[in-house]
């Protein structure tokens, strides 16, 4: 979410743990090209960069992340911004974890799964009427 990639200054120390080793290398092109041209600290292309009043209507938010993946400081920064706007917000850091485990993968043991799975599931029983 960090379009201005600030973490990447000097580059970002969590992609020797996440699996998407080539972050530092292949995230500043994935900007690029997912902002159109457009200045990465655009608020139509950075969520991080809007105002609390233009997100103060968003619907509950579910945040996964993994303690050892790569963007996990996007998230906590997302984290902040829903509670400067007072947007109802849950923030999971599952430590051990690798970039969007949350999705499900072949990496992501049994047990994780199962946790997370119930998580989602009870957050959409609790939000959605």
Same mark, same amino acid.
């Given at each position: 979410?960090?379009?201005?990639?600030? #973490?990447?200054?000097?580059?970002?120390?969590?992609?020797?743990?996440?699996?998407?080793?080539?972050?530092?290398?292949?995230?500043?092109?994935?900007?690029?090209?997912?902002?159109?041209?457009?200045?990465?600290?655009?608020?139509?292309?950075?969520?991080?960069?809007? %105002?609390?009043? !233009?997100?103060? %209507?968003?619907?509950?938010?579910?945040?996964?992340?993994?303690?050892?993946?790569? #963007?996990?400081?996007?998230? !906590?920064?997302?984290? %902040?911004?829903?509670?400067?706007?007072?947007?109802?917000?849950?923030?999971?850091?599952?430590?051990?974890?690798?970039?969007?485990?949350?999705?499900?993968?072949?990496?992501? #043991?049994?047990?994780?799964?199962?946790?997370?799975?119930?998580?989602?599931?009870?957050?959409?029983?609790?939000?959605?009427?």
């Amino acid at each position: 979410m960090d379009l201005n990639l600030s #973490a990447y200054q000097g580059g970002n120390a969590a992609v020797e743990t996440d699996y998407f080793v080539m972050a530092n290398e292949n995230v500043p092109g994935l900007v690029s090209l997912f902002t159109g041209g457009l200045p990465p600290d655009s608020p139509e292309v950075n969520p991080l960069c809007r %105002e609390p009043d !233009e997100i103060k %209507e968003l619907s509950p938010q579910l945040i996964f992340t993994g303690g050892a993946e790569f #963007a996990r400081r996007d998230s !906590e920064l997302w984290a %902040e911004k829903c509670t400067g706007a007072g947007v109802k917000h849950k923030m999971i850091i599952e430590w051990g974890q690798l970039h969007i485990y949350a999705v499900g993968s072949k990496f992501t #043991a049994p047990a994780v799964r199962t946790k997370t799975d119930d998580l989602i599931i009870g957050w959409i029983k609790d939000h959605v009427k």
